[in-house]
Each structure stands twice: as C-alpha cells, then as structure tokens.
C-alpha cells in the first residue's frame, strides 16, 4: 500500500551515491544542448541521465513509451558518468544555468547541497507529485515544497536467510537481536555458518551497523537531528553502540564463514544459496549478485530487517532512490513537456517501463504502482515492510555526517582486532572531522 503527501511538513538532509563529471556525451538521436520546437511543432526536452548502460537502457525504456503516449514530445538523452566528477558536473550546470531541461540526481543530502529553492522548479501541488508516496517526498523536499519525483526503487538495510534451513531446522524470522543469536546458535549446532561476513568488500562489515539505525531511531526519534548537532555519540549512546556490539558479537561466538576475511558479496550469495551459510547481513539490492551466482535458488532466499531489542518496534532501515527534477532554468515552452514526463515517470506506466529494462529490487514508491508477480522474495519480504509502515530512512538519508573510516573500523571489529566500544570512540573522532570540514555548526 501506497500513500500519497504532496505537501510533505518536514526536511530530510540525505546521504546517497555521488555522480561524475566528464564532457557530455550525445546518448540518442538528435542533437545535444538546449531544448527547441520540434521541426512538426512538437516540443523537444533534453534528459540529463547516467551515461553507464544501465541507465541509459532504463531511460531509453521509460522514453520510448513516454513519446507513444506524447506523440508531440520527443525526449533526447544526454550522458553523465558516475562518481565526482559527474557530482560537480550537475553542480556547475546548475550554477552557470546550463542544465538541460530534465536530470536526475541523489535525493537526500547531495539534493539538499544543489540548492533546490535556488535551482529547481517547485514541483508543490503539481501532477507530477501526485502520487508520490509519503515515505520518499522528504527526501526531495525543502520544508513544505517538493521538487522531485522517485527514479527506480527502494531497498534495505538486514539479513537475507535461507528459507529453507529456517524450515528444517523449525526456526522463525526473529525479531528481536536475543531470538537472532538462539537462531544463530542453532544454525551452528547444525554445522552450518551461521551468519555470512564478507570483507574482501570492506563495505559489507558496515551492515549491522548501518542496518539498525530503524531500531536507533525507534528507541529515539531525534538522534539524527541530535547526531548531527554534535548531541549524540555512537560510543556514549547505548541503542547506537549496539550495532557496534552485534558485530563483535558475531566474531566472539564463531558465527561467521572461516573465510570471512577474504570473501566477497558473490562467495558469500553462493554460501546462503546452498544453504551453507544462512544468514547474510547485506543490502537487499544485491539480490542481483544471488541471481548471478545462483538463478535456480533465487526462491529459498527471504530477507528480514535487523532486530533490535523491542519487537514492537523492529522495522526496516530503508535505503533511497535517485530522483528526477527539474531546473527552474526550463523554458516555458519545455515546462510543460518536463513536468508530464515526471508525471509519468511517477506513474504506473512509468514503472512498468523500468521494471521492463529491469527486474525491480524493492518497492516503487509511486501510488498505484506494484511489482511483477515474478520478482524474487527478497524484493518481496521488502515490500512487506513498506505496506505495513515498519520502515525508516537509514541515518545517512537524515544526516550529512558519515565519517570516511566506518569500514575499516566494522572490519576490525567482525575481524575481533578492535572491542566494539573501542571502535565506536574511534569513529566519533573520524565522524568529528568530517563534520568539521562540513562547516557544519556545533563542532
């Protein structure tokens, strides 16, 4: 179920992956630069989309059915690669007034450093908004005004588990961190791995971490907020050391694969789809490493979210999608065009469009919208979260604060090198610095 806010009250500063700079690179037929009258009369727009293959299959999937529902409106790509250098691209386009009429770009925290009130067309009360759900409208929001609409699909933050060795061993999802470890314990009395670590990617140790900040916000509703005023700490704040202590947990009670240390996301899909391995701590979106690894067991793989310490509370920490906006530099004769095109992206034809250039990872946060009978369960068991309202944005989607050495710190803490405690004091001090280069106040 799906709910619609188009006025949504409060401010969400984000964290979400940063894009790349590098020339332009013409990625459809017809020429580049700004937007014009079409030879027919039509109206021609420019997209501002990601130059890597997936993204430009989604948008030339979403623009094709666009234009045969518009006929008078023909939509030409322009490519941008990831990374830095395409952050600052969006950044000086928009400065120098050079942004094409439609881009997309990161809700959250890098929205919030665009400008939007400066930049972006205020999209409050239009069409294009209409059906966007509640849980994403902060993310691209400056108090009441709303000025993007959700591009691809949310994912989350816990455990992707066997469902079958769940049933054969009589085990249910639990739903506290005591009835994860009698399940863990038991797994390991069976001669399995309990729960899956795999630090030759460095950044999958951040998971119990990351994933728990639903039951951080549950026990507090103001630590971000707090957090990011220099009020709170990981290390004197006991609800957000937990995550610390679940991950040295795991390494003091021998849970994790004995190549944990070299292991990576494909290994460790290829452990939990034997069975071998049972319970992996990872973001659902990775269900397209399962399907690589293992097609035929994509079925026995459920997903649950990280429990803490109150099963009323247990939700899910809910990661994001990128979203489309437009410039306020659009002409008026382009305004139109742009705004019926978000207004489709968010839209069930929209949707459907992008599930047909890929298979969905979580939910679609668009009213009306639903997945594919055929997603895997893990894309399912993440839905379930978002229909029942167990879900919350993860730290780095309501503070700009994340310091760059929270992953060597989770390895050394799973590796059992670092005490958790010891960790957790470590990482206020990196999370101290990155603050303070932010300029933000209170540190």
Same mark, same amino acid.
């Given at each position: 179920m799906t709910r619609k806010n188009p006025r949504p009250a409060r401010l969400a500063l984000a964290l979400a992956v940063a894009l790349? !700079?590098? @020339?332009?690179? &013409?990625?459809? *037929?017809g020429s580049l630069g700004s937007s014009s009258e079409s030879s027919d009369g039509g109206t021609t727009i420019t997209w501002l989309t990601g130059s890597d293959e997936t993204a430009q299959t989604t948008a030339r999937t979403? #623009? +094709?059915a666009f234009e045969k529902a518009n006929p008078d409106i023909t939509v030409e790509l322009d490519g941008r690669p990831a990374g830095a250098e395409g952050d600052n691209l969006v950044k000086t386009r928009l400065q120098t007034g050079s942004m094409p009429d439609v881009f997309d770009y990161n809700s959250g925290s890098l929205f919030q450093q665009i400008a939007p009130e400066k930049n972006l067309t205020d999209l409050t009360g239009d069409a294009a908004v209409a059906a966007v759900d509640e849980a994403f409208s902060p993310q691209v929001s400056v108090g009441d005004d709303v000025y993007g609409v959700p591009y691809g699909t949310a994912f989350g933050g816990g455990v992707m588990y066997n469902k079958k060795v769940y049933e054969e061993l009589g085990l249910e #999802? @639990?739903?506290t961190w005591a009835e994860f470890l009698a399940n863990a314990d038991a797994i390991k009395a069976a001669g399995k791995t309990a729960v899956i670590q795999t630090y030759g990617e460095t950044w999958t140790a951040q998971l119990p971490i990351l994933g728990d900040f639903h039951n951080v916000a549950a026990a507090d509703p103001d630590w971000a907020q707090e957090y990011t005023a220099n009020r709170r700490k990981y290390a004197t704040d006991p609800v957000a050391l937990a995550g610390f202590q679940h991950l040295q947990e795991i390494h003091d009670r021998g849970y994790a694969n004995a190549d944990f240390a070299s292991a990576k996301v494909p290994d460790g899909m290829r452990l939990l789809a034997a069975g071998d391995g049972v319970m992996y701590p990872i973001l659902s979106g990775n269900i397209t490493t399962l399907a690589a690894a293992a097609p035929d067991k994509v079925n026995d793989v459920g997903f649950f979210a990280l429990p803490g310490t109150d099963a009323a509370s247990n %939700?899910?920490? &809910?990661?994001? @999608?990128? *979203? #489309?906006y437009i410039p306020n530099t659009t002409e008026d004769a382009q305004l139109t065009a742009a705004k019926k095109l978000l207004a489709f992206i968010a839209s069930p034809a929209g949707c459907e +469009?992008?599930?047909? &250039?890929?298979?969905?990872? %979580? @939910?679609? !946060?668009?009213?009306?919208c639903t997945l594919p009978a055929d997603v895997p369960q893990v894309t399912k068991d993440v839905q379930a979260y978002f229909d029942a309202d167990k879900q919350s944005p993860a730290l780095e989607f309501l503070s700009p604060v994340k310091g760059p050495n929270l992953e060597q710190l989770c390895v050394e803490v799973g590796s059992g090198i670092t005490p958790a405690a010891d +960790? *957790? =004091?470590l990482y206020d001090q990196? #999370?101290? =610095?990155? &603050?303070?280069?932010? %300029? !933000?106040e209170g540190w």
């Open positions: 790349t !700079l590098t @020339p332009l690179t &013409a990625c459809s *037929a979403i #623009v +094709a #999802v @639990p739903t %939700g899910l920490t &809910a990661w994001f @999608p990128n *979203a #489309v +469009a992008q599930s047909q &250039a890929s298979p969905p990872t %979580g @939910p679609y !946060l668009v009213e009306g +960790a *957790a =004091k990196d #999370v101290e =610095k990155q &603050a303070q280069q932010l %300029g !933000l």
